[in-house]
């Protein structure tokens, strides 16, 4: 089956201009996940949605950085203002419902994010 | 303290080597871990999930000290194709079972 597909693969933009990045989950996973990877470093997370939950916002690292999900699928991730030093891959994750146990996230390819 | 300490490496081994790499972790309300890996400018993937003291699968055995708040991961046999990014995950209890915490990674290379 079709994983989680993330678009534009690349993105090349010029600092000051807003950017919007989308992810399209795995059909019937109802956790989406936001992650950036800076060159040579770890993933640093960014945002989480569950469902019809508010969700958990407390990685973005500035009030310049948004993300949406529509109708619980697709969602999309906004910086704007864009500065050089967001320039990373960005990573997209879904899963099943989080819950007691553990559910794996799978990741999208990402796209990389170049600011000049 | 890092939530997640993993030495960055490199690892560099032959085939056919043993080689085992730890990751400290500083909460302990930790309950289970993940072991992703990640090969270069690809994304992670689940290599492994431990529930409980430990978790073997094939060439791949991670042990888990709660006491000293680690987890390790062992490789035996290591093929060339084991080379790769090795991020260690722990996930706390609570309201937030989403938001998972990754090491900075270990990196192996695996030689002829």
């Known amino acids: 089956g079709a994983g989680v597909s993330q678009s534009p693969s690349n993105k090349v933009t010029e600092k000051g201009k807003d950017v919007e990045l989308r992810c399209d989950p795995i059909?019937?996973?109802?956790?989406l996940y936001w992650y950036r990877q800076s060159l040579g470093q770890g993933l640093e997370f960014l945002i989480y949605f569950q469902g019809n939950s508010a969700p958990d916002k407390s990685g973005l690292p500035s009030d310049r950085f948004s993300a949406e999900r529509t109708g619980g699928s697709v969602s999309t991730l906004t910086i704007q203002r864009t500065q050089q030093e967001d320039s990373a891959v960005y990573l997209c994750a879904s899963s099943l419902a989080p819950s007691a146990g553990m559910r794996e996230q799978f990741f999208g390819p990402g796209t990389r994010l170049t600011v000049l | 303290r890092k939530e997640v300490e993993q030495d960055p490496g490199p690892f560099n081994v032959p085939e056919g080597a043993t080689v085992a790499f730890n990751c400290t972790y500083s909460n302990s309300a930790s309950q289970s871990f993940f072991w992703y890996r990640q090969d270069c400018r690809k994304e992670p993937k689940l290599l492994m999930s431990v529930y409980s003291s430990g978790n073997e699968d094939g060439r791949f055995t991670a042990q888990l000290n709660r006491a000293s708040q680690y987890i390790s991961l062992l490789i035996r046999d290591s093929k060339l194709s084991d080379s790769a990014t090795y991020l260690c995950v722990p996930l706390a209890g609570g309201t937030s079972y989403g938001k998972l915490t990754f090491g900075q990674g270990t990196i192996l290379t695996v030689h002829p």
């Open positions: 059909s019937g996973h109802t956790a």
